[in-house]
């Protein structure tokens, strides 16, 4: 069992920057992708941003050149550099971990409210 931990979320003025964190609860040897998703009510979840075991990154086009996906795998941890915030972007972020063990295996962490206003 894997749990993740997110923090980072709250009230930024548009333009503003926060940074996401999201801290597995042990060592993953071998993770296929770390991603941050989103959602707004009514709507379903989409992918923000990914990361592969080797360090490949992928965006969705509404945030490309504003966020950066990063990780730093010695203390388990993704993050999730957002600049320049917009409005549209207010939703619950969640961190979701896909990784190897007898199978794939998938985790979420428990959402952070981020709130962007105008």
Do not use: H
């Not at 894997?2 to 993770?31: K, M, N, P, Y």
């Not at 998703?37 to 509404?62: H, L, M």
């Amino acid at each position: 069992q894997v749990q993740l931990v997110e923090s980072g979320g709250g009230l930024v003025q548009a333009g503003g920057s926060l940074r996401l964190s999201c801290a597995a609860s042990r060592t993953i040897f071998s993770i296929n992708y770390m991603a941050w998703f989103r959602q707004t009510p009514g709507k379903q979840r989409e992918v923000v941003a990914t990361i592969t075991s080797g360090g490949s990154t992928g965006y969705a086009d509404s945030v490309k050149g504003r966020f950066i996906i990063s990780r730093e795998t010695a203390k388990n941890t993704v993050y999730l550099q957002m600049n320049n915030l917009t409005p549209e972007d207010t939703a619950v972020y969640y961190c979701n971990l896909n990784w190897q063990d007898r199978g794939r295996q998938n985790a979420w962490g428990q959402g952070t409210q981020v709130t962007v206003s105008s």
